[in-house]
Each structure stands twice: as C-alpha cells, then as structure tokens.
C-alpha cells in the first residue's frame, strides 16, 4: 500500500518557470489537500478538494492552481514561479471530512517536495 | 494574523519524564484538535486528537488536553522516550481546513 505519493521530491527552478508537484493517493480518499511549510510558519494550507470536481481555496492560494478530476491525483500547478514560492511542500489526504465521518479527521500526508525558485 | 500558535519552539526533557507541548488558538469555531508527529526529511504522522465536545482524550502514552475556556490545547507525553525527539504539530479543523501551529521541537535525552 504507497499510500500518499509526491512527485518530484526535489526540484530547481527559475523565476518565471512553470511545474507541476504530483499528488497520488491509493486510499480512496475523498479529501485532499496541498500545504507548504516554511522555516516558524508550520504548514499552511493552498488548496484542497472535498472529491472529484470540487476544489477551494486555502490560507495562501496566490500563484498556485490544483484541479481534481480522478479521486486518486490532485496535481499542484505553478504556472509562474516566484523566490516567495521556495518551499517544502506536502501533499495530505483523508477518508473524509471529520463532521461527515464522526472520526478523527486524520491526515495522511506525502514525503513532501523540495522546490527552490532562483 | 496566525490562529494558532506554539509559542514554545524548543523542548527538551529528560528520558523517562513527562513531556508537555503546549498550543493557543484565537478562534472558537473549531470542531478537532490533533497533534502531528514530524521526523526531518519525512511528512507529518498523525499522533492523538479530541473534538470539541471532549476536555480529554488519552492514547497510551500520549494525552491531549482542551480547555476551550482558555483556547489551549496540550499535548502530554509520559514517559518520554528518546523515540520520541521529532517535531511536533498542533492542527485545528473546522469547516474542511486545517490549520497548523508553527512546530515545537522536542529532544527527549537519554
């Protein structure tokens, strides 16, 4: 069982230079979410989707997209990367949410992706 | 403005002794509370939660705390094991966002 994989776990790029960080889970999760954690700033939320279709936005979505449309992958999109982008970027899925499933609400997260913007 | 803090970014305790992380939030509209567990180069672990209804939940060794009057949450290790040096997370959910303090760091010595 992989669980959460994250694809590529490190990559370089210039500004201006657009990617995409990989997301696949094989869980049959509902949610997925994207979170980037800076040096005293924890994990803040980008992105995340409730199931196939549907996504929202996070606490700092700016200059980054994510669409949903299998159940499996949620790819994070940046279409212009700026220095502000360097990063350590998790992605993170669970069953559901807490308030439909009465459960923890745990998270099951990916080994994260290294991305530094020059 | 951060919702959640962990104003202490360092611990460190002796093996065998209790160990007691700490994290405030400002807002009352969550409905869980977890600790997360974080080891260098790897992603977060889930470790224990409680809802809001609840002032305690225990998992072994590990105990939380929720003392919504206050907005504290704690997270309480007895014994500490030298296993348990990692980074450690406090996450609050409410409406499908989590929100993460900023990390507090525990070095458990043997």
């Known amino acids: 069982n992989a669980g959460v994989t994250q694809t590529p776990k490190f990559q370089v790029l210039k500004t201006g230079q657009s990617m995409t960080l990989q997301c696949a889970q094989d869980m049959n999760h509902e949610y997925m979410s994207w979170y980037r954690q800076d040096p005293g700033m924890g994990l803040r939320l980008i992105h995340y989707s409730v199931g196939a279709g549907i996504t929202d936005q996070g606490e700092v979505p700016n200059g980054y997209n994510v669409s949903r449309s299998t159940t499996e992958d949620f790819p994070l999109r940046l279409l212009s990367a700026a220095p502000s982008q360097t990063s350590v970027y998790f992605c993170?899925?669970?069953?559901?949410?807490?308030?439909?499933?009465?459960?923890?609400?745990?998270?099951?997260f990916g080994e994260g992706s290294r991305l530094t913007v020059l | 403005d951060q919702q959640v803090k962990q104003n202490s970014p360092s611990l460190s305790v002796q093996e065998g002794r209790i160990s007691i992380l700490n994290c405030d939030y400002t807002?009352?509209?969550?409905?869980?509370f977890l600790w997360y567990k974080k080891y260098p180069a790897e992603g977060p672990t889930f470790l224990i939660s409680i809802s809001s209804i609840k002032d305690k939940n225990e998992d072994g060794r590990f105990t939380v705390f929720l003392n919504k009057s206050a907005k504290h949450l704690s997270l309480h290790i007895v014994p500490s094991q030298p296993g348990d040096s990692a980074v450690y997370f406090c996450?609050?959910?409410?409406?499908?966002?989590?929100?993460f303090g900023s990390g507090t760091k525990l070095n458990v010595k043997p």
């Open positions: 807002n009352s509209m969550f409905d869980y």
């Open positions: 996450a609050l959910y409410n409406f499908n966002k989590f929100y």
């Open positions: 993170a899925s669970s069953y559901t949410r807490p308030e439909v499933a009465g459960d923890t609400g745990e998270l099951f």
